[in-house]
């Protein structure tokens, strides 16, 4: 049987091989023996490479970069693992302030790391390779070793290096370089510490610092092991790690694969570099992020945690490294005209509030601008004091709004992620005595006044011991599982920000909701009653073909006779026919649910609620902020 030859099947130089260097060198091996006896039917594909070892081969090729990482132990192992490095490492590693990574770290960050060679070769297992005649298939086992180089991830554009004290210049993991009497200076020492460091922590005999420090003096580097080269292309225009790369005893399968590569070429890299750090984590915390692309995550420059941004208006990394520093949490405010827009400024004279039919609403005006709309239900009522968009009617809340962005923090659930919504609470009562912030308490004295004086309740009666806020950044509607509990003392509500709907429905009782069930039932019993008696079937008017506007056009006197103009086109108008298709769906009206009320609050408006516990839901426009006073139960 004619076998294929090996020469015509390699991989063309500008494309990725597919199998190995040592499997495509050792194929005639595989192939079956002319005088054998038993010859095999079919000669099967040869084995491709393992995928984890395909990954690699492919970064070379491809001049990427790839991650190692490492749990805990091991890297208490690599680095911190006593005979083997000597007792000058161990000492050097402590005055470095090299430690075990906090019980916080499950996994280190070793870093990227540029693939600079690899070397590929067969492992002897007792006769060499095992022939099995049935399948006519070679077992074999070959080791693959990669020479890798730390290289930058972008430490270096955080500006704040200087303060913080750390060198980004060499891995976080490395010795420190040496003094610069020791012969290597510049950036080659440092290429030579860091890297030795990973050689040794890879458990590498060979020492690649010393060949980095010799090429950069200009000498001729030691071949041995790895380093010994099977192919010498390096010039003088190459850099540094090319040279390394070339020397290595990598393949010619690889080495060519990868010379024919688009990303091989001789370009300066210090303006470069590889990173798998997110753009968005590395963003400003300032007044200039859209309130509508709202990060969710960011990077600590000081330990390097990637925080979830949990605050509305505030950033500090909760590490254990960053909650020993007394700095204060960075933070912005963002001005009111950028929340509400210039559109949103015009006064108007009544709200956009809507309410059911068994709610009476009244309206009361007052001296200064102030308007008061009520809305009664039984015992139950709601008083919605409206500004009327006026500018000296919401002086004291636009003060306040500025503030209480910067001195209080409003937090979000880490568990749900999707929430739109920052809270936080406080309690008012001397007996607690918890430090609240002078925003809040002025919110609470502000909430209480406008409604003793527009909501005309007694200051008695209207008790602000406790506040909750509730903000959000993004508009949108969501129901709130929150309950306003306004049964036994009044709930005031103080809207900052951006318009927003809030509709409100007393939580029924159980009492309620027997006799509406009861209703219900009558209702279909009702229904049931008819069974059996022949109902004339009403006509569905959307079904009737819709008739031209100049044909259906009627003029009649008060005595019901048409005029003759009219009398001749109606005679050739057709009479209406009703449609077989489907009717067309109509759009139901919104109609608010019983004992509902709708209020569009705007900056600045006061809502007292009284008489039932409520619950509610909001349609946002923008960013906005809800304070909620009531009395601590």
């Known amino acids: ?35 054998d006896p038993h010859p095999p039917q079919a000669h099967g594909p040869l084995p491709s490479l393992p995928s984890e070892i395909r990954a690699l081969i492919d970064a070379y090729v491809a001049g990427m970069p790839v991650v190692i990482v490492a749990s805990r132990s091991m890297i208490a192992e690599l680095f911190m693992g006593g005979a083997r490095d000597g007792e000058s490492s161990q000492k050097n590693l402590q005055k470095s302030g090299f430690g075990v990574p906090p019980k916080e770290c499950g996994f280190g960050w070793l870093g990227l790391f540029r693939i600079l060679g690899l070397e590929e070769k067969r492992i002897v297992l007792g006769s060499g390779i095992r022939k099995d005649r049935a399948t006519a298939s070679a077992v074999a086992c070959v ?36 003094p610069s009497g020791s012969g290597v ?15 040794r922590g890879l458990r590498s005999s060979s020492a690649l610092g010393s060949r980095l420090s010799a090429v950069a003096a200009g000498k001729q580097p030691e071949r041995r092991g790895l380093d010994s080269p099977s192919v010498h292309l390096g010039s003088a225009s190459e850099s540094v790690s090319e040279k390394i790369g070339i020397e290595t005893a990598t393949p010619e399968l690889y080495l060519h694969a990868r010379q024919a590569h688009p990303s091989y070429r001789s370009a300066p890299g210090t303006e470069l570099y590889a990173s798998l750090l997110p753009q968005p984590l590395l963003a400003e915390f300032n007044s200039f992020i859209s309130n509508d692309v709202f990060p969710s995550g960011w990077f600590c420059a000081a330990c390097g945690k990637v ?44 709200p956009f509030n809507d309410c059911s039919d068994s709610v009476l609403g009244t309206s009361t005006s007052w001296n200064n601008g102030m308007r008061t709309l009520s809305y009664y239900y039984r015992k139950v009522w709601v008083k919605h004091v409206f500004t009327c968009n006026l500018a000296h009617l919401q002086k004291a809340a636009s003060e306040m709004i500025r503030v209480l962005q910067t001195e209080v923090e409003l937090r979000r659930d880490v568990e749900d992620a999707s929430s739109p919504f920052f809270k936080c ?60 509990r306004a049964k036994s003392s009044p709930v005031a509500v103080l809207c900052l920000g951006s318009d927003v709907v809030m509709c409100l429905s007393p939580q029924k009782g159980p009492e309620a909701r027997k006799a509406s069930g009861s209703s219900k039932k009558g209702a279909a019993k009702g229904s049931a009653s008819k ?13 009737l073909i819709v008739m031209e506007e100049r044909s259906t056009m009627k003029e009649e006197k008060s005595d019901g006779a048409q005029t003759e103009f009219n009398m001749q086109e109606s005679s050739s108008v057709e009479a209406p026919v009703a449609s077989s298709s489907q009717p067309p769906a109509v759009t139901p009206v919104n109609k608010l649910a019983e004992d509902t009320v709708q209020v569009t609050m705007v900056h ?3 809502l007292v609620l009284s008489g039932e516990d409520f619950t509610y839901s909001l349609k946002r426009s923008g960013t906005g902020i809800l304070i909620f006073g009531m009395k601590a139960s």
């Open 1 to 35: 049987m004619e076998q294929p030859d090996p020469k015509q099947s390699e991989v063309p130089s500008h494309t990725i091989p597919f199998i190995s260097a040592y499997t495509q060198s050792n194929r005639s091996e595989a192939q079956p023996q002319m005088n």
């Open 307 to 350: 925080n979830f941004q949990v605050a509305m208006r505030h950033r500090k990394c909760r590490s254990m490294k960053c909650l020993q520093d007394t700095r204060p949490a960075t933070t912005y405010a963002q001005d009111l005209a950028d929340i509400r827009g210039p559109h949103s400024c015009s006064p108007c004279c009544l």
């Open 604 to 606: 600045g408006d006061v």
């Open 425 to 484: 609470a406080y309690d008012l009562s001397p007996s607690v005595g918890a430090v609240v912030p002078d925003c809040l308490v002025k919110a609470g004295t502000l909430l209480a006044k406008r409604a003793s004086a527009y909501a005309e309740i007694g200051v008695e009666t209207m008790e602000v011991s406790k506040l909750k806020v509730l903000a959000w950044m993004a508009p949108g509607k969501r129901m709130n599982q929150d309950v306003l």
């Open 143 to 178: 080791q693959w070793r990669f020479r890798v180089e730390w290289m930058p991830g972008g430490e270096g554009i955080f500006k704040e290096d200087a303060a913080i004290g750390l060198d980004f210049s060499r891995p976080w993991w490395s010795i420190p370089p040496p």
């Open 185 to 199: 200076v510049g950036m080659a020492s440092v290429a030579a510490a860091s890297t030795s460091a990973v050689s």
């Open 531 to 543: 069974k059996g008696k022949e109902v004339e079937p009403q006509l569905d008017l959307s079904s």
